[in-house]
């Protein structure tokens, strides 16, 4: 599990789990660029458009996996050669 120097850290369920952990320097958000990118067009395209206000917290979890699955097989990109990720590693 990889963080930003959150709080997080201090859950004992990350331990109790068998996570690796993985941090980043404080205030140096290249540590994890890839993620950032992924976590910032996640907030972009799925999340800031709609009302969730309605919504309950299994329907989020589904709809994020929805969003995970059309990123890795459909969404195209430019620096993948115009390919999904999944195309481009295939």
């Known amino acids: 599990m990889h963080s930003d120097r959150g709080g997080h850290y201090r859950w004992e369920r ?3 789990a068998s996570l690796t952990r993985s ?3 404080k205030g140096y958000s290249p540590d994890n660029a890839a993620c ?3 976590f910032g067009r996640l907030k972009t395209e799925f ?3 709609r009302d969730w206000s309605n919504s309950t917290l299994e329907h989020l979890m589904a709809e994020i996996d929805n969003y995970i699955k ?3 097989l459909k969404r195209i990109k430019i620096s993948l050669g115009a390919k ?3 195309e481009y590693r295939l």
Do not use: V
């Open 14 to 16: 990350t331990d109790s």
């Open 47 to 49: 999340f800031y458009p």
């Open 70 to 72: 059309w990123y890795n």
């Open 23 to 25: 941090m980043s320097r």
């Open 84 to 86: 999904s990720p999944i």
């Open 36 to 38: 950032e990118g992924f």
